[in-house]
């Protein structure tokens, strides 16, 4: 019945894409998401749905009078280059059998990132995109949450099986660069009854990420929570909330989470972080023999047994950073922290332009929570392996697409004007 449903659901709303490719994109992005057909158990589980809606998609914007405008910023340059360098250094990768199949996940990704850049062009579309990129993730936040109190704290979180965040570090990156859009959606609406949902989700969606005993995601959380309140114009009623989540944690996680979480300064005599460290020193060895990088997948026993500091000790990256070293070299990882710059100071000139502006509230709000977003991925991604998870490209794009939409100085650079001008 899932299947059936799940199948309605998509080719229901796919034929609208034809009109206004802007729905097909939105749609993307809930399948990649949420991967809501990893919840059913016949054949919509394998079915490529992403592949079919970014087809359809490309497809609608040959043939709509949609506008499509894709801004040349440095975030879009950088994209473009990262996604380039990516492609050049898949042909010299030290594992060619499996480099291709991750090279074509991701430039999956990296297309429909700026495709969904040229087709959003007004705050609809971009509001509309804002809500399904939380609540996609916001849903597991939801049950998650509920799962841990249930169980009192002794099992872990983890997230939809085939899908990037099934593992649960994987599933606490995820939902704590979510959270701070679900708050944001909290203080945009106005029903009371959404504000109390949506205030019952971001508080199970933090329980949920304490529930998957993830100690990255936790130090990531800190970081966001520290970044607020010190931005926030009301620190005494902030740090009374803080302070209830972190009452609400005691009372509700047992022992043998704190345990855990107390290896965090006691990594010397933990193993598994002796084994991110490994990782770590080998990406580095990598990248210092190979000036492009290993390719994609190159974190393997093979490449470990001649690269890695302790060779029988074979790990996953377990960071953003060093998986991107070790797969892209040095270029690689320069591009790839410059894209977050870019992002970042993006979110900056949203910030200032809207900031003398009562009407653009909202998108002042929504470009400081992307900025916290951001925080969240790139403290967390610090210990985990998800550098090319379509969640923090798809900040990026409400960060790129607020610029495009509401910067007088973004509006006059559409796509096609750039063929023209090329043309000449």
């Given at each position: 019945?899932r299947?059936i449903?799940?199948?309605?659901i998509?080719?229901?709303?796919l034929?609208?894409?034809?009109k206004?490719?802007?729905?097909?994109?939105?749609?993307?992005?809930?399948?990649?998401l949420?991967n809501?057909?990893?919840?059913?158990?016949?054949?919509?589980?394998?079915?490529?749905?992403?592949?079919?809606?970014?087809?359809?998609?490309?497809?609608?914007?040959?043939?709509?009078?949609?506008?499509?405008?894709?801004?040349?910023?440095?975030?879009?340059v950088?994209?473009?280059?990262?996604?380039?360098w990516?492609?050049?250094?898949?042909?010299?990768?030290?594992?060619p059998?499996l480099v291709?199949?991750?090279?074509?996940?991701?430039?999956?990704?990296?297309?429909?990132?700026?495709?969904?850049m040229?087709?959003?062009?007004?705050?609809?579309?971009?509001?509309?995109?804002?809500?399904?990129?939380?609540l996609?993730?916001?849903?597991?936040g939801?049950?998650?949450?509920?799962?841990?109190?249930?169980?009192?704290?002794?099992?872990?979180?983890?997230?939809?099986?085939?899908?990037y965040?099934?593992?649960?570090?994987?599933?606490a990156?995820?939902?704590v660069?979510?959270?701070p859009?679900?708050?944001?959606?909290?203080?945009?609406?106005?029903n009371?009854?959404?504000?109390?949902?949506?205030?019952?989700?971001?508080?199970?969606?933090?329980?949920?990420?304490?529930?998957?005993?993830?100690r990255?995601?936790?130090?990531?959380?800190v970081?966001?929570l520290?970044?607020?309140?010190?931005?926030s114009?009301?620190?005494?009623q902030?740090?009374?909330?803080?302070?209830?989540?972190?009452?609400?944690?005691?009372?509700?996680?047992p022992?043998?989470?704190?345990?855990?979480?107390?290896?965090?300064?006691?990594?010397?005599?933990?193993?598994?972080?002796q084994?991110?460290i490994n990782?770590?020193?080998?990406a580095?060895?990598?990248?210092?023999?190979?000036?492009?990088?290993?390719?994609?997948?190159?974190?393997?026993?093979?490449?470990?047994?001649?690269?890695?500091?302790?060779?029988?000790?074979?790990?996953?990256?377990?960071?953003?950073?060093f998986q991107?070293?070790?797969?892209?070299?040095?270029?690689?990882?320069?591009?790839?922290?410059?894209l977050m710059?870019?992002?970042?100071?993006t979110?900056?000139?949203v910030?200032?332009y809207?900031?003398?502006?009562?009407?653009?509230?909202?998108a002042?709000?929504?470009?400081?929570?992307?900025q916290?977003?951001?925080?969240?991925?790139?403290?967390?991604?610090s210990f985990?392996?998800?550098?090319?998870f379509?969640?923090?490209?798809?900040?990026?794009?409400?960060?790129?697409?607020l610029?495009?939409?509401?910067?007088?100085?973004k509006?006059?650079?559409?796509?096609?004007?750039?063929?023209?001008?090329?043309?000449?």
């Amino acid at each position: 019945m899932r299947d059936i449903a799940i199948t309605l659901i998509i080719f229901g709303i796919l034929p609208f894409a034809f009109k206004r490719p802007a729905i097909g994109a939105l749609l993307f992005t809930w399948i990649s998401l949420m991967n809501p057909h990893r919840l059913t158990y016949g054949f919509a589980y394998t079915f490529p749905f992403a592949a079919a809606i970014a087809g359809v998609t490309m497809l609608a914007m040959l043939t709509s009078k949609q506008p499509k405008r894709l801004p040349v910023t440095p975030v879009t340059v950088t994209l473009l280059l990262f996604g380039a360098w990516m492609t050049f250094t898949s042909f010299f990768a030290l594992e060619p059998e499996l480099v291709w199949r991750e090279w074509d996940r991701v430039s999956k990704t990296f297309l429909m990132v700026l495709v969904t850049m040229m087709v959003i062009n007004n705050t609809r579309d971009l509001k509309i995109f804002v809500w399904i990129v939380a609540l996609s993730l916001g849903i597991f936040g939801l049950k998650g949450g509920l799962f841990t109190l249930a169980s009192g704290g002794h099992f872990r979180v983890y997230g939809p099986e085939g899908s990037y965040i099934a593992e649960n570090n994987g599933m606490a990156l995820a939902l704590v660069t979510t959270l701070p859009l679900i708050w944001y959606l909290r203080t945009q609406v106005t029903n009371k009854w959404i504000t109390l949902g949506l205030t019952a989700m971001t508080a199970l969606t933090a329980v949920s990420v304490v529930g998957s005993y993830s100690r990255g995601a936790l130090i990531g959380g800190v970081a966001m929570l520290f970044f607020l309140w010190c931005h926030s114009q009301k620190k005494a009623q902030t740090a009374i909330i803080l302070l209830a989540v972190v009452a609400l944690i005691a009372a509700v996680m047992p022992e043998a989470w704190f345990e855990r979480m107390n290896t965090i300064d006691e990594y010397h005599e933990d193993g598994s972080a002796q084994g991110r460290i490994n990782a770590w020193k080998f990406a580095f060895n990598i990248a210092s023999t190979f000036p492009l990088g290993g390719g994609y997948n190159v974190f393997t026993p093979r490449m470990f047994a001649m690269y890695a500091p302790n060779p029988l000790d074979y790990h996953v990256a377990h960071s953003i950073w060093f998986q991107v070293l070790g797969d892209h070299g040095f270029v690689g990882l320069a591009m790839f922290m410059m894209l977050m710059v870019f992002a970042w100071r993006t979110g900056t000139r949203v910030r200032k332009y809207c900031a003398t502006q009562p009407d653009l509230k909202w998108a002042e709000n929504l470009a400081r929570m992307c900025q916290v977003c951001i925080i969240g991925y790139a403290v967390s991604g610090s210990f985990l392996s998800l550098a090319y998870f379509d969640l923090y490209y798809d900040i990026v794009v409400i960060l790129v697409c607020l610029e495009k939409i509401l910067l007088p100085s973004k509006r006059t650079t559409p796509f096609r004007s750039l063929q023209t001008q090329a043309a000449r």
